[in-house]
């Protein structure tokens, strides 16, 4: 009875502690106001990205080793870009809000790539994805770099 009672009290520690985070944004909250689409440039060690604010368009200049590590084009290209669900079955990946995303999708020169969104851990090995990873200050794109899970944090 007390290893139970233990439990339960950790287990109450630990998930009061998770609830104080401190979040950079208000977290999402079903049925609110989608936020305002991206809109500057957003820019980090790979490249960049220049948003107008359309929630649509987009242009890109990207260094050869994210081009190499994506596929998407290397310098400057315009295109469109999308926020996706992640794999949600039956259907696959749905568009949707930046604050929920899991993907974000490029359409650059006439063909797509779909990115993963999320923060590595600091030695590679695990990485964080999900609600509230993407801001309107920050698109974390994740990349498998010598088998290691790497961030290019592209920034306003």
């Not at 944004?25 to 107008?52: I, L, Q, W």
């Not at 994210?66 to 596929?71: I, K």
């Not at 039956?90 to 650059?108: C, F, I, M, N, Q």
């Amino acid at each position: 009875m007390k290893k139970l009672l233990m439990v339960i009290v950790t287990a109450l520690v630990l998930f009061s502690l998770i609830g104080c985070q401190k979040h950079e944004n208000k977290p999402y909250e079903p049925d609110s106001p989608a936020p305002d689409p991206h809109t500057g440039v957003f820019s980090c060690e790979y490249g960049r990205m220049e948003f107008n604010g359309d929630g649509k368009t987009v242009i890109c200049d990207f260094t050869e080793e994210l081009a190499r590590l994506t596929g998407l084009p290397q310098g400057k290209t315009e295109g469109t870009y999308v926020f996706l669900s992640g794999n949600l079955p039956p259907h696959g990946s749905v568009d949707v809000r930046y604050d929920v995303a899991h993907e974000l999708k490029l359409t650059l020169n006439g063909s797509s790539t779909v990115v993963e969104l999320g923060i590595a851990s600091s030695d590679g090995k695990t990485a964080m994805v999900g609600v509230g990873m993407v801001t309107d200050k920050r698109i974390p794109v994740l990349l498998r770099i010598d088998g290691k899970n790497v961030t290019a944090m592209f920034e306003k």
